[in-house]
């Protein structure tokens, strides 16, 4: 059975940098995509970032890119999500997931596309 748990979510203040880990298992996961999106109250899930876990091929949307880096440790097994220059409107419920390598690469920007989750972790960015 396949289990992503996140972790690394907490109060931070304006400015500050934080890193978000997923620890996937269950699986052999180098055939897929790892994604990042994040739900903030009473607004939509929001793709944050991606990666193939095999190769180099990454994925942003212009509201993260260069502030937010989605990378992967394969001794470890965990992806990782650093975040930088953090303000309030990154304060959301932020949630790994996971979908098979096989789409085009607009496809891994959609929720849809992954097929596994994790519960998620809450980060709070205070001003």
């Known amino acids: 059975q396949v289990h992503l748990v996140e972790s690394g979510g907490r109060l931070v203040q304006a400015g500050d940098s934080l890193r978000l880990s997923c620890a996937p298992s269950g699986r052999t996961f180098n055939r897929y995509v790892m994604g990042w999106f994040r739900q903030a109250p009473g607004k939509e899930r929001e793709f944050v970032a991606a990666?193939?876990?095999?190769?180099?091929?990454?994925y942003y949307p212009d509201s993260v890119k260069g502030r937010f880096t989605i990378s992967r440790d394969n001794a470890n097994n965990t992806v990782y999500l650093q975040m930088n220059s953090l303000n309030p409107e990154d304060t959301a419920v932020y949630y790994c997931a996971a979908a098979w390598a096989t789409y085009t690469s607009s496809m891994y920007y959609k929720e849809t596309t992954y097929t596994y989750w994790g519960q998620g972790t809450q980060v709070t960015v205070s001003s």
């Open positions: 990666l193939r876990w095999s190769g180099t091929t990454v």
